[in-house]
């Protein structure tokens, strides 16, 4: 109300009539309240100061600002490169990555990892070229990755990300964070002398030796480091405590490094307000920070810095790659929403190919920024632009602030910072409750990266990642499976399975026929035994694929056990032993032939390629090879093959091309003994006409249905099906089978008709 009368008698100052409209509301109220019943409501239009409202800036956009700023001159430093660096950086991330974003909660920006690879880099390469600047090297190497990344993403090979696990980030993630934070501790306590760059363990044994060398720095590191976890672990008991403003304390807790930067900057000040050089202060403190964009510009580039550094750029990309897609994906999956890893991979490519073109150097996905604004409820990218606003103000009004900002509180922010990349003991329990040889790799990533340096930690998990997938490849092993009888079984029929109303005929009684490996390894119970289908039909699953890596392996096994349970057809005698071919085993050592061999022969193999998706040439060529070892192990008989479950074209037709699907001999005898068998359904919309009727023209009932007489031993039965059925697979590939049951029905079928058609043939 104070509002609406100041503002009127401003008008009123300004000669404006508010009033001009002149709308008759007494009238409409009296109108209103003419009839009973009615509340009266009058329509408020929208103001100003509530378009003001609903456009301000977001929680989380702001609260990034804050944490940003401080964090990335931390991490500038971290890059061997000046504070500012690090601010002009983490802006170029938020002013252009909401025009490419498929994530509203990623922010990129100056992160510690990146950072401290670019450091490594910048080191390598002055050691070799002194006189080619830091900031140089920096922004080359980001124009050459943004180019690299925006390639990748504009041709759509995002995907290529998933040929990085899991187990490679957490462990690159870890050993960095360890790496990062060892590397800093000399920084928080002043002590002077210790290279950073070397192995984390040098830096350990470093750190421990010069101690006593310990300046006032430690005590404002040390101590900012212990307020920074006690304002966490706070904030986390209060909201515990408080659930109705658990959101306020996450904010709170999150605005910790900004409320520490900001108590020891004035701290600093009140110790060195009198100094005009930050080399006379107490304690080292950042120093000048130069005001706005000074660095903008166009970046040098030539063949020799390219070349300098063009042996880290694998590492720089995948380590780029690593932060920004992990995280995208995983807030994505917290918050309901889907990333375009291609469309992100333009993003942080457009990112770093412009941003050194403003000063920024290699920028990614920062984890702890990204968590804040997810929770603060962020609904777009654009809250992105906020962000920049604040660092924006930073740059230009806030740089004579940043000159007493002690070195010792920094690094102590860059330790908390980088603890909660840390794998948790918890997250490694299980790993190891899901994959051991997972956890084996995470550990050997994370020593690699302590005791050598972050790039080469990136290389061995990968490279261990990529060997543990071709060994599983190229080891994996079949199962021979085996046909057991499966009762539906519920809490109630089990308790009154003894009750005489119960017959065979109750639907929870339901019997089924299924398929499980005959030596259990699946974790079937072993009490169950599971009995071949039929003598000398064998069922074999694959169960990893079957390409050329693992081919040899999966019918090595095949024949082995095939030649193990089964004999020949005919029994071959030679005269003498050396008359047997180089090649037939025969009986070992001489020994004579077991007349009385009980064993079956070789009658079908049944190949079950659920696991399947694809072929190649040494694959079929392998099956070729072993058919026709069977064929001379079986020989007279014929040794069909059955498939099960092929579920590509592709497959089909490359398995047709070597023979298999249909019958391949054509002996007219032969073939009168082979009865295919169809698996058939209905065609679309007969099956709805089972249980509808409509009248004909005579008023007579018609229905698209007939009944059929099918036979259980000797009881008859009439089972009603639609008349418009077809084939579910081409006729012209009859032992290629919808499932393992099919393939089993039609082998036992074929083996018995041939039997059948022997005995006859002896008799005659």
Known sequence: MVASRTGRALAGVLGINVDYR???EDTFRSAAKSISSVDTFVENEPTTAEWILNHRPTAGGTT??????????????????????????SFVGFLLYWAFATSKDITIGAVAVMSTIVGN????????????????????????????????????????????PLVTITSFMTGAAISIAVGQVPSMMGIEGVSTREAAYKVIINTLKNLPNTQLDA??????????????????????????????????????????????????WLVNRNISDQKDAKFRILGTVPKGFQHAGVPHMDTRLVSSFASDLPASIIVLIIE?????????????????????????????????????????????????????????????????????????????VFFYIPMGTLSGLIIHAVGDLITPPNVVYQFWEISPVEVIIFFCGVLVTVFTQIENGIYATIGASAAVLLYRTARAK??????????????????????????????????REAFIPLDHQDGSNPLIEAQTP???????????????????????????????????????????????????PGPRNGAQINLDDNRPILRAVVLDFAAVNNVDVTSVQGLIDIRNQLDRHAAPEVVEWHFANVNSRWTKRALAAAGFGYPTSVSPESLGNWKPIFSVAALSGAEESVTKARKSKNGDIETNTEEIEIYAGDQKEMLQIPKRIANVHGINRPFFHMDVQAAVESAILNAENRSAARALSTDA
């Open 22 to 24: 002149q709308e008759p």
């Open 64 to 89: 990034v600002g804050f944490v940003v700023v401080p964090q990335g001159m931390a991490y500038a430093l971290l890059a061997r490169l000046p504070p500012e660096y690090g601010l002009y950086t």
């Open 121 to 164: 880099i910048v080191i390598k390469v002055q050691r070799v070229h002194p006189d080619i600047p830091a900031e140089q090297i920096a922004r080359g190497l980001s124009i050459i990755c943004g180019g690299v990344l925006c390639f990748i993403g504009l041709i759509r090979c995002g995907w290529i990300v998933e040929f990085i």
């Open 219 to 268: 005590a404002l590191g040390l101590s900012a480091l212990v307020l920074l976890y006690f304002i966490r672990w706070f904030c986390g008991f209060m909201s515990d405590k408080q659930p109705n403003r658990k959101k306020m304390w996450f904010f709170i807790s999150t605005l910790r490094m900004a409320f520490i930067i900001l108590l020891y900057t004035m701290i600093s």
């Open 324 to 400: 920004h897609i992990a995280i995208s994906k995983s807030f994505g999956r917290v918050n309901n929403y889907v990333i375009d890893p291609s469309q992100e991979l333009v993003a942080i490519g457009f990112t770093n190919l412009l941003g050194p073109f403003l000063g920024g150097y290699p920028a990614t996905g920062s984890f702890s920024r990204t968590a804040i604004k997810a929770k603060a409820g962020v609904r777009t990218p654009l809250a992105g632009m906020f962000t920049a606003v604040i660092v924006l103000l930073a740059l230009y009004a806030l740089t004579s």
């Open 478 to 511: 079949g199962n021979f499976l085996g046909r057991v009888s499966v009762y539906r079984v519920t809490h109630d029929n089990f308790h009154r399975r003894d009750d005489s109303k119960i017959t065979k005929e109750d639907p929870t009684w339901s019997v």
């Open 534 to 584: 039929y003598p000398g039909i064998f069922i074999y699953r694959f169960n990893e694929g079957f390409n050329y890596p693992n081919q040899a392996r999966y019918l090595d096994t095949l024949t082995a056990f095939i030649f193990k349970e089964t004999r020949r057809t005919q029994l071959e005698r030679y005269d003498k032993l050396g008359d047997r071919p180089w090649n037939d």
